[in-house]
């Protein structure tokens, strides 16, 4: 559903050339939950922006379905969650959606219902007329998957979904996010909490210093190690 191939990225900054990721290469198989996992400033985000768009590699090619990854084909067949979601402050959490549905050219006649519906699914039933400006960080995370569901993604990318929400929070959101798998919604997703990617990731791969050092099954990869986060841990400080 995703392929990566040799990605290569810098950042510019202040007259210096700072590279980030060296040749990455990663496949994500359809209908799969997939588990980006790095320590801080491993390369994480940035795959993602690219991935989504919103940053340009220096060199390597993204499919998605088969699609180059820039094309509007593509674009339309994604949800994004991004690190640290946005919106405007003014609008209210129905407004924002509606607002989506707008973008991405949904029939208005079902995007009330649509909007509604995904509302009650991520808890914010209550909050449905109340101001962005008025939420709290986990309301935040929860308006922002909403938004990701509008235009009933085939590829739902999210970077750190299940930061900032407290226990019954995260507890809804891998339900949600089994449930999107049930519908063959290949999902990717970035997080630091290792017990969760391992409860629910079919598969994952771990980036370190913009490499890819990993990748396999949270099983085989946890091999001998009593948790996932154990042999993370050991992984990243042999590198
Ligand atoms: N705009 C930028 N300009 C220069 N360097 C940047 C920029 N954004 C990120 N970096 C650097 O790129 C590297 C990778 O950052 P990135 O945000 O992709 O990491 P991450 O894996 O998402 O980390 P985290 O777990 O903290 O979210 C870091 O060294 C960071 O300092
Ligand atoms: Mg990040």
Redesign the pocket.
Known sequence: MLKIDKLVKA???RRET?P?LHNISLEVPRGKIFGFL????????????VIVDLLFADSGTIMIDNLPHSSIKAKRLIGFMP?QPQFYHHLSAREVLLFVGELFELDPKTVETKAKNLLRQVGLADAENTVVRRFSKGMHQRLAFAVALMNDPKLLIM??PLDGLDPLGRLDFKRLFLEQKKLGTTIFL?S?ILSDVEEICDEVAI?NK?QIVKQGTPQKLRGTYPTLEEYFVSTVQKQ
Do not use: C, L, W
């Open positions: 950042y510019q900054f700072v980030v790095g320590a801080n400033g491993a390369g994480k985000t940035t795959t993602i922006k690190e970077d750190e970035s630091h980036i913009g």
